[in-house]
């Protein structure tokens, strides 16, 4: 049955399939000319008449720059509005100064062309606006300034030019004068600490009409043609120099393939396929979107397929970093061959086949695939932990196993002390200091996590692994076998289309290696959950991945996984089972 789809009443009220049946209209054909119009005709006007702006009019442009776009929304920009002679006749003085100190600095010629033009209107205009921006929020309250610290002052700049297109459209001119020392400027202001200006605007009604800039028309300077500050996908290779650190050798014989996200047409097609469901839109959260994502991948993406529960034994062991013997290992990798540990009971229960690879357990694992290690390998702080014809081989092993099947594929790894080849390894590939990676781990005590910070500063003053590493001389410099063989069952995984769903902090380090090889690869990740691990949430921060579930589960083997993976699952088949709606009528 198709029911009719539930319109808000509030917010928007059109539907993905209204959307996609005319994208542009959204369009306002009756005003697009005008707006053309005035961004061509916008003119830095520096002559003005000096009769009054109405209030009204004042006010309409004023309400143009507060209808600007902010960074999370934080309109820090305010506008000091000054009409009295004094502070005009002040702020005269300052800029004259600023433009005799910035003649000083150019040659003879140059300079003289500078004092020549009018710069300013500060005491012709009826009006100066000196836009001043906010910024005693702290970056981190608020949306967007965390990684871009200065986006306030870029809202600020958006606000002037609403500003200054309002005017041209209501015949106003408006110049903007930047011949200030701020500091000078914001005394006579009075302005507080932590609020900066961005200049001087003056606005009145024009004593000019300049077809052109007015620099362009003193011979200042042209109009750079637009195909000259259009770029395509990167920056000019030839201005760039090399990223990658060179000191050491990438492993021969292993061809990364080239990995396509999903086409934008199937990434649309999928959110508008949830969009005709019987219920809000996202209604699930971080489920939805995860789902989203997973969707645009293809029929049948979300369900169950294999996990792939690798395992090996570490030299680090020597370094009595782990609170347990070594034979654990292999005794967890012998009862999940017949289906008895707890990874391979999770991966049944959420109907996943176990496939169980040896790539290095001490005492090789009857039943199990053998994908082991043929040359030495090393405890990390004397050694490289994989040659690198070794980490060629296991990854090019794991790309066969990710690539067959069909359904999710969940990581999952055994290995007694790998919790301190993946601390050593993040804190390589992420450029973190050993305090930042090394948690108390499985049964560990204060002196045991004593004893691993030593060995991952060990192993990174050794290599001198940074995040501009290769990715695979980084997997033999501080990894081990599960890693590499993991690593390939990602990239394996992605190239055929299925969702890679991740563990805990051994499982999720292969996914950010492949994604460091092939960038697409982000696009397969699921973040099964956030472990204890302590660099574990860096990890997933730095692939942009928020977990499924957040249980501080320490077990390994691929229990977390699994348990995201039959989550994911359900809700495939929720959506498949849910009423679909028709569009409005």
Same mark, same amino acid.
């Given at each position: 049955?198709?029911?009719?789809?539930?319109?808000?009443?509030?917010?928007?009220?059109?539907?993905?399939?209204?959307?996609?049946?005319?994208?542009?209209?959204?369009?306002?054909?009756?005003?697009?000319?005008?707006?053309?119009?005035?961004?061509?005709?916008?003119?830095?006007?520096?002559?003005?008449?000096?009769?009054?702006?109405?209030?009204?009019?004042?006010?309409?442009?004023?309400?143009?720059?507060?209808?600007?776009?902010?960074?999370?929304?934080?309109?820090?920009?305010?506008?000091?509005?000054?009409?009295?002679?004094?502070?005009?006749?002040?702020?005269?003085?300052?800029?004259?100064?600023?433009?005799?100190?910035?003649?000083?600095?150019?040659?003879?010629?140059?300079?003289?062309?500078?004092?020549?033009?009018?710069?300013?209107?500060?005491?012709?205009?009826?009006?100066?606006?000196?836009?001043?921006?906010?910024?005693?929020?702290?970056?981190?309250?608020?949306?967007?300034?965390?990684?871009?610290?200065?986006?306030?002052?870029?809202?600020?700049?958006?606000?002037?030019?609403?500003?200054?297109?309002?005017?041209?459209?209501?015949?106003?001119?408006?110049?903007?004068?930047?011949?200030?020392?701020?500091?000078?400027?914001?005394?006579?202001?009075?302005?507080?600490?932590?609020?900066?200006?961005?200049?001087?605007?003056?606005?009145?009604?024009?004593?000019?009409?300049?077809?052109?800039?007015?620099?362009?028309?003193?011979?200042?300077?042209?109009?750079?043609?637009?195909?000259?500050?259009?770029?395509?996908?990167?920056?000019?290779?030839?201005?760039?120099?090399?990223?990658?650190?060179?000191?050491?050798?990438?492993?021969?014989?292993?061809?990364?393939?080239?990995?396509?996200?999903?086409?934008?047409?199937?990434?649309?097609?999928?959110?508008?396929?949830?969009?005709?469901?019987?219920?809000?839109?996202?209604?699930?959260?971080?489920?939805?979107?995860?789902?989203?994502?997973?969707?645009?991948?293809?029929?049948?993406?979300?369900?169950?397929?294999?996990?792939?529960?690798?395992?090996?034994?570490?030299?680090?062991?020597?370094?009595?970093?782990?609170?347990?013997?070594?034979?654990?290992?292999?005794?967890?990798?012998?009862?999940?061959?017949?289906?008895?540990?707890?990874?391979?009971?999770?991966?049944?229960?959420?109907?996943?086949?176990?496939?169980?690879?040896?790539?290095?357990?001490?005492?090789?694992?009857?039943?199990?695939?053998?994908?082991?290690?043929?040359?030495?390998?090393?405890?990390?702080?004397?050694?490289?932990?994989?040659?690198?014809?070794?980490?060629?081989?296991?990854?090019?092993?794991?790309?066969?196993?990710?690539?067959?099947?069909?359904?999710? /594929?969940? @990581? %999952?790894?055994?290995?007694? +002390?790998?919790?301190?080849?993946?601390?050593? !390894? #993040? *804190?390589? =590939?992420? &450029? $973190?200091?050993?305090?930042?990676?090394?948690?108390?781990?499985?049964?560990?005590?204060?002196?045991?996590?004593?004893?691993?910070?030593?060995?991952?500063?060990?192993?990174?003053?050794?290599?001198?692994?940074?995040?501009?590493?290769?990715?695979?001389?980084?997997?033999?410099?501080?990894?081990?076998?599960?890693?590499?063989?993991?690593?390939? /069952?990602? @990239? %394996?995984?992605?190239?055929? +289309?299925?969702?890679?769903?991740?563990?805990? !902090? #051994? *499982?999720? =380090?292969? &996914? $950010?290696?492949?994604?460091?090889?092939?960038?697409?690869?982000?696009?397969?990740?699921?973040?099964?959950?956030?472990?204890?691990?302590?660099?574990?949430?860096?990890?997933?921060?730095?692939?942009?991945?928020?977990?499924?579930?957040?249980?501080?589960?320490?077990?390994?083997?691929?229990?977390?996984?699994?348990?995201?993976?039959?989550?994911?699952?359900?809700? %495939?088949?929720?959506?498949?089972?849910?009423?679909?709606?028709?569009?409005?009528?």
């Amino acid at each position: 049955m198709t029911w009719q789809r539930p319109v808000p009443t509030i917010g928007d009220p059109t539907s993905a399939r209204e959307r996609a049946g005319d994208p542009a209209a959204w369009a306002l054909p009756q005003d697009a000319a005008g707006l053309y119009a005035v961004i061509d005709a916008r003119r830095d006007i520096r002559r003005f008449r000096p009769d009054p702006i109405p209030d009204e009019v004042l006010t309409r442009i004023l309400t143009a720059a507060h209808h600007a776009p902010s960074v999370g929304h934080s309109q820090p920009w305010r506008f000091i509005l000054v009409t009295e002679d004094a502070t005009r006749e002040r702020a005269e003085v300052m800029a004259d100064r600023c433009r005799l100190r910035q003649a000083a600095g150019m040659d003879p010629e140059s300079a003289r062309r500078l004092l020549d033009l009018q710069l300013d209107g500060l005491r012709e205009a009826p009006v100066g606006i000196v836009v001043a921006c906010d910024r005693r929020t702290p970056p981190g309250g608020v949306l967007g300034r965390a990684t871009f610290p200065d986006a306030d002052l870029w809202s600020c700049a958006t606000a002037i030019e609403n500003l200054w297109l309002a005017a041209r459209a209501e015949g106003l001119g408006l110049g903007w004068v930047t011949l200030f020392e701020p500091d000078e400027l914001a005394t006579m202001l009075h302005l507080p600490a932590g609020v900066e200006t961005l200049g001087w605007l003056c606005v009145g009604w024009p004593d000019e009409r300049p077809p052109e800039p007015g620099l362009q028309r003193a011979g200042w300077s042209r109009r750079a043609p637009l195909e000259s500050v259009v770029l395509h996908e990167r920056w000019p290779e030839e201005d760039l120099a090399s990223p990658t650190d060179h000191r050491h050798a990438a492993p021969r014989g292993l061809a990364v393939p080239r990995i396509h996200a999903p086409s934008q047409r199937h990434v649309v097609a999928a959110r508008d396929e949830a969009d005709e469901l019987l219920t809000p839109p996202q209604s699930l959260g971080v489920l939805d979107r995860v789902a989203d994502r997973v969707s645009a991948l293809g029929p049948g993406s979300t369900a169950p397929g294999t996990l792939v529960l690798v395992g090996a034994d570490h030299p680090v062991h020597v370094h009595h970093i782990s609170a347990y013997e070594q034979r654990v290992t292999g005794d967890i990798m012998a009862a999940a061959v017949i289906g008895e540990a707890m990874g391979a009971v999770a991966a049944r229960t959420a109907g996943l086949v176990p496939v169980v690879v040896d790539a290095g357990v001490l005492v090789p694992v009857e039943g199990a695939i053998a994908v082991r290690p043929a040359g030495r390998r090393g405890d990390l702080v004397t050694d490289d932990a994989l040659e690198p014809a070794d980490v060629a081989l296991l990854v090019d092993a794991g790309r066969a196993l990710g690539a067959a099947g069909s359904g999710t /594929v969940a @990581l %999952g790894e055994v290995g007694v +002390g790998n919790t301190t080849v993946a601390s050593a !390894l #993040a *804190a390589g =590939l992420l &450029g $973190l200091g050993p305090d930042e990676v090394v948690g108390l781990g499985a049964g560990s005590d204060a002196a045991m996590v004593d004893r691993k910070r030593a060995v991952v500063a060990g192993a990174l003053a050794r290599t001198g692994v940074t995040p501009r590493t290769d990715p695979l001389v980084a997997l033999g410099c501080l990894g081990g076998p599960e890693f590499a063989v993991l690593t390939g /069952v990602v @990239l %394996g995984a992605a190239q055929a +289309g299925r969702a890679v769903i991740l563990d805990g !902090l #051994a *499982a999720t =380090l292969p &996914g $950010l290696v492949a994604v460091r090889l092939e960038p697409a690869v982000s696009q397969y990740l699921v973040a099964g959950q956030r472990s204890r691990e302590q660099a574990h949430a860096a990890v997933l921060a730095e692939l942009g991945l928020e977990p499924l579930l957040d249980l501080r589960i320490r077990s390994g083997e691929g229990v977390g996984a699994c348990l995201a993976a039959g989550l994911l699952a359900s809700v %495939g088949t929720i959506r498949a089972r849910t009423g679909r709606t028709a569009a409005r009528p």
